[in-house]
């Protein structure tokens, strides 16, 4: 089971701003940097985010990604069509000693 | 770079599962990688399973330390994964990846990913 809780949905209409939450603990958000992943319909996931708030090369500008305490989020400003996709954070967790992943955002551009 | 996954589809229950992934384009052998393996049970969220460094060493989720077991083999520029004493529960795609090493490790690329179905 994830230790990592996000809002299993959400949603907005295209150019709007939609931001995802994840919710964390001392172990694992408190003490380490955050990671982003898409996840595209039928393909393998991406990373989106990492170290909390950088862009690799070829992320849109539009995605961005922030933490504070034991919680992080990501926000799509400009919501395109394509950005219709599966969302997770990831981080480290010094408890579990291993890589957690949140349980996951589908977003839909209506 | 690129990552491909290979093995078995079907795996009977209480045997065990093994696959295999191939880089290319770039080695495999490289300080500032290790190199995981990640699922996904059909319809769920993503799971890691345990990470190789170039040298062999390993680190593995705790929940399946004692069935798992990663390895490396530098000279195919390959690494594998082999599950002992599958059951239902282990049905999901895989998903090989580079994983960076950094403040948190990431992930990236992923292989296309590979259905393994635990069933007799």
């Known amino acids: 089971q994830s230790v990592l809780t996000q809002p299993p949905s959400a949603s907005g209409t295209p150019g709007q701003r939609v931001t995802i939450s994840c919710s964390g603990s001392?172990?694992?958000?408190?003490?380490?940097?955050v990671n982003w992943y898409q996840q595209l319909p039928g393909t393998a996931p991406r990373v989106l985010i990492y170290?909390?708030?950088q862009r690799p090369s070829g992320v849109p500008d539009r995605f961005s990604g922030s933490k504070s305490g034991t919680s992080a989020s990501l926000a799509i400003s400009g919501l395109q069509s394509e950005d219709e996709a599966d969302f997770y954070c990831?981080?480290?967790?010094?408890?579990?000693?291993?890589?957690?992943f949140g349980t996951g955002t589908k977003v839909t551009v209506l | 770079l690129q990552l491909q996954e290979s093995g078995p589809g079907l795996v009977k229950p209480s045997e065990t599962l093994s696959l295999t992934c191939t880089v290319s384009?770039?080695?495999?052998?490289?300080?500032?990688?290790?190199w995981a393996w990640i699922r996904q049970p059909p319809g769920e969220g993503l799971e890691w399973i345990g990470s190789?460094?170039?040298?062999?060493?390993?680190y593995y989720t705790p929940s399946l330390n004692s069935r798992l077991t990663i390895s490396v083999d530098t000279s195919k520029n390959q690494f594998a994964l082999r599950l002992n004493s599958v059951t239902a529960a282990d049905t999901a795609i895989y998903y090989c990846?580079?994983?960076?090493?950094?403040?948190?490790?990431?992930?990236?690329?992923w292989g296309h990913g590979t259905l393994v179905t635990v069933s007799s």
């Open positions: 990846a580079r994983e960076t090493v950094a403040t948190t490790n990431w992930f990236d690329p």
């Open positions: 384009g770039g080695s495999i052998i490289s300080r500032n990688y290790y």
């Open positions: 190789v460094f170039y040298s062999g060493s390993t």
């Open positions: 001392s172990s694992n958000i408190g003490s380490n940097t």
């Open positions: 170290n909390n708030n």
């Open positions: 990831a981080a480290w967790d010094d408890s579990v000693n291993g890589h957690v």
